[in-house]
């Protein structure tokens, strides 16, 4: 009884000690509680991803079966942000897209938080698992309240190719599109089968 106690007791130090050392001395960070988010918040974290995923998907594939994939980028850059903002308000939460290699610097980089998970996603692909509806979800405690956090993976599909693609492989159009556009670019030479970057949902419970 004694031996478990004390087993117990370096346990908790030890985890009280990981917590310590993974703080950034300063900066207020969010923990994570261990706690289980109620049934129903997930799934709305789930329902508005697949929402952007699909309201993502359907306006590229019609703009690049309707006018190409050069007129697809002004989807990327205009129209997705602007679902993004409509499934946010919907669901009275921060829905986006993220990358740890991103094209657009000012909404693409994720948090600390985004950035862990995202590498964890790339250490679970390159394990072998297949990152279609591949997720990762939180109870996190911040300064300002207790937060659901959820993302799910955006693998790179044939589809990304076009503009996300091998350099060499990307119309000259499209090349040079972007390069005007997005001087800081690292959203290129992404292989089939990766992780381009993720949907992530941030809501207050
Ligand atoms: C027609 C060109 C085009 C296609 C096709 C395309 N994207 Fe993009 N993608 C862009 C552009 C342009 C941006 C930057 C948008 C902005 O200004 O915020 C972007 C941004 C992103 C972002 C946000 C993070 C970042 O890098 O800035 C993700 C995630 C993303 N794309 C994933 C995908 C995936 C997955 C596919 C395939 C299903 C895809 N894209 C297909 C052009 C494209």
Redesign the pocket.
């Known amino acids: 009884m004694r031996a478990h106690r004390s087993r117990l007791l370096i346990a908790f130090a030890v985890t009280f000690l990981l917590a310590l050392l993974a703080g950034v001395p300063g900066a207020p960070r969010a923990q994570a509680t261990g706690e289980e988010p109620p049934r129903a918040a997930l799934e709305d974290a789930r329902k508005a991803s697949t929402e952007l995923v699909n309201g993502v998907?359907g306006e590229?594939l019609k703009a690049?079966e309707v006018s190409g994939?050069l007129r697809?980028?002004v989807?990327?850059?205009y129209t997705?942000?602007e679902i993004a903002s409509a499934v946010s308000r919907k669901y009275g939460a921060r829905v986006t897209?993220?990358?740890l290699?991103?094209?657009?610097p000012s909404?693409?980089w994720g948090d600390a938080w985004e950035q862990r998970v995202m590498m964890s996603f790339d250490e679970r692909v390159a394990r072998g698992e297949k990152p279609d509806a591949m997720e990762h979800y939180e109870v996190v405690a911040e300064p300002s309240g207790r937060f659901l956090r959820y993302m799910r993976v955006?693998?790179?599909?044939p589809?990304?190719m076009?503009?996300?693609g091998p350099r060499e492989t990307i119309s000259e159009s499209?090349r040079s599109q972007?390069a005007h556009?997005?001087p800081h670019d690292k959203?290129v030479n992404v292989p089939v089968g990766k992780v381009?970057?993720?949907v992530t949902y941030k809501k207050p419970l």
């Open positions: 998907r590229l690049i994939p697809a980028l989807v990327c850059k997705v942000p897209r993220v990358s290699t991103p094209r657009n909404l693409g955006l693998p790179m599909v589809v990304c076009a503009c996300h499209i972007l556009d997005y959203a381009r970057g993720a």
